[in-house]
């Protein structure tokens, strides 16, 4: 071998030593418990050399309590994504004042990179990986550089990916990530939470049991994967920052599943699916139940105390469920065909005499024409399969409605034989 070759061959050589401390580390450390992994990384592995990243989720309070433990002045690093929910930072507030933690660190996007990729605050939207980059990776890129290793909070049971996640993992700038969580179960994260007495994130109550950025975060279902709400409906499972160190994500994505309900004008994650053959009243949640269904076993619905919807379909009479509408988080009301005007006689019946003011959504034949007059007669969110539509609502495009043939409520004038009564309308919703 030559002195070229030799000098050639070191990375390799390097390479395998590195994965093979990995592996001895992974085998010393397999037994120990959470804080014990986390006590050798912090005081021995890499003292002083070490960083917490930290979503202040759902369950952030388990790692955040062992940090403490260990560590109270243990750098904190929270993704200050400008997306979450208001009650997440009300939560980190909580945890850092019952913790004790003093070493917490907000992490914002460069607002050049919002101005100029993100203006309207959409990217989420059309483009997630992009998002999290400039919102996640980024800012998190030059406090990586600073340390040698990071601890993070993801276990083996959250999904199929994490299923082989081990304690300790080399990333490609010759970094350590540290899993201390990696075998607990989720048992094992509300025993501790428990035992502990840890605040619970506000909306885990609700059905949140994985909780990131708001747009891209909805309610799990009974049974279902915990982060199975993170990015619903798209082929994404991770933000990019537990890739790699060297930030290396934006890998596009195989495939994107549009997010198709539209409300309170932006696109969002639907935390509702269609009634199944086989479900079952007594327990089925976020689920549009259709109104025969309903009626059919309307005793075992209403003791069901998991929030529900209703499907009402052309020649369904919502009459006959006049006195349940209030035990619905949604309705929503079919249009079948662009030629079929029923839909907006039931929202205007909903809405206006039977006094539902919950959310009102239009499915089906739902087109860029009709939404200006849906939202007349009541809805207030639509799930549109048409991608023209879509564009239209995502650019903020919808033809204005200004006379009346067929006015509705107390405030549009008809389109009469009488000019004097030819008034233009208020702006449409
Ligand atoms: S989770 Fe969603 S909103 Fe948050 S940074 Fe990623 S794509 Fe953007």
Same mark, same amino acid.
Request: aromatic letters at 8%.
């Given at each position: ?145 600073? #340390?040698?290793? /990071?601890?993070? &909070? ?5 999904? +199929?990916?994490?299923? !082989?996640?081990?304690?300790?993992? %080399? ?100 935390? #509702?699916?269609? /009634?199944?053959? &086989? ?5 089925? +949640?976020?689920?549009? !139940?259709?109104?025969?269904?309903? %009626? ?134």
């Amino acid at each position: 071998m030559t002195a070229a070759s030799k000098i050639a061959a070191a990375p390799v050589a390097q390479d395998k030593l590195r994965a093979l401390g990995i592996m001895a580390l992974n085998g010393m450390f397999d037994e120990m418990d959470a804080l014990g992994v986390l006590r050798q990384a912090a005081t021995e592995l890499l003292a002083g050399d070490i960083a917490i990243v930290s979503s202040f989720g759902a369950d952030s309070a388990v790692l955040l309590h062992l940090v403490a433990q260990v560590d109270p002045s243990m750098p904190v690093f929270f993704l200050e994504t400008g997306k979450h929910f208001p009650e997440t930072l009300a939560y980190v507030e909580t945890l850092k004042r019952q913790l004790g933690l003093i070493n917490v660190t907000a992490l914002h996007p460069d607002p050049a990179d919002l101005a100029r990729f993100d203006p309207d605050g959409t990217l989420w939207e059309t483009d997630p990986d992009s998002c999290c980059h400039i919102r996640k990776t980024e800012p998190l890129e030059p406090i990586t550089e600073q #340390f040698g290793g /990071w601890v993070t &909070g993801r276990k083996r049971f959250q999904t +199929r990916e994490r299923g !082989v996640l081990p304690h300790f993992e %080399l990333t490609s700038d010759d970094r350590i990530k540290i899993n201390p969580l990696a075998y607990f179960s989720d048992a094992d994260v509300n025993a501790y939470k428990a035992e502990h007495g840890l605040p619970e994130h506000p909306l885990y109550a609700v059905g949140y049991k994985s909780i990131g950025c708001a747009p891209c975060t909805s309610i799990v279902a009974e049974g279902e994967d915990p982060r199975a709400g993170r990015w619903r409906g798209l082929n994404k499972k991770e933000c990019g920052i537990h890739f790699d160190f060297n930030g290396a994500i934006a890998k596009p994505m195989a495939a994107t599943a549009e997010l198709k309900l539209f409300k309170d004008g932006a696109f969002t994650a639907d935390p #509702f699916r269609a /009634w199944a053959e &086989g479900d079952d009243p007594a327990s089925v +949640r976020y689920t549009h !139940v259709p109104l025969p269904e309903f %009626l059919a076993a309307r005793d075992a619905f209403l003791a069901n105390p998991h929030p529900l919807g209703l499907l009402v379909s052309s020649g369904d009479k919502v009459e006959n469920v006049e006195g349940d509408l209030s035990r619905f988080a949604s309705i929503a009301v079919r249009f079948p065909a662009f030629t079929d005007g029923r839909g907006y006689s039931t929202g205007r019946l909903l809405s206006e005499r039977l006094g539902y003011g919950g959310e009102l959504r239009a499915v089906g034949d739902v087109l860029q024409d009709q939404i200006p007059l849906m939202r007349r007669c009541g809805f207030n969110a639509f799930v549109v399969e048409h991608e023209p539509t879509r564009k239209a609502l995502r650019e903020g495009r919808l033809p204005e409605v200004s006379i009346f043939y067929q006015p509705v409520g107390t405030t549009e004038v008809p389109l009469g034989t009488r000019p004097y009564l030819r008034r233009a309308a208020p702006a449409t919703r």
